[in-house]
Nanobody, 125 residues
Framework: QVQLVESGGGSVQAGGSLRLSCAASSVSINNLWMGWFRQAPGKEREGVATIYPSDGTTYYADSVKGRFTISHDNAKTTVFLHMNNLKPEDTAMYYC??????????????????WGQGTQVTVSS
């Protein structure tokens, strides 16, 4: 069982930055796909960025390319989402998730089976 705990959300003005963290308990993330997803009120959950720490492969949603960066620590227990030049449309609940590599797509939230509780990001204009 993979347990994930997110932290780092908050409120910022447009153009600001935040860093989200996702700590995985009792497991190495090396052989898991790790992803950040977000869900705004009234909208479906969408993939933001994902990473496979074993080889460093990453995927980004077009809306965040060039602004967000997903990374992990050297111990491969924590995943980060560095968010720069934040926009009001980035406002959402952000979730960390994990899945085994042989299951589904790296970017579809429906293929991830381990989820954190979420952390709110609010960007004001």
């Amino acid at each position: 069982q993979v347990q994930l705990v997110e932290s780092g959300g908050g409120s910022v003005q447009a153009g600001g930055s935040l860093r989200l963290s996702c700590a995985a308990s009792s497991v190495s993330i090396n052989n898991l796909w790790m992803g950040w997803f977000r869900q705004a009120p009234g909208k479906e959950r969408e993939g933001v960025a994902t990473i496979y720490p074993s080889d460093g492969t990453t995927y980004y949603a077009d809306s965040v390319k060039g602004r967000f960066t997903i990374s992990h620590d050297n111990a491969k227990t924590t995943v980060f989402l560095h968010m720069n030049n934040l926009k009001p449309e980035d406002t959402a609940m952000y979730y960390c998730a994990a899945k085994h590599p042989w299951i589904g797509s790296p970017i579809l939230p429906s293929d991830y089976n381990y989820w954190g509780q979420g952390t709110q990001v609010t960007v004001s204009s």
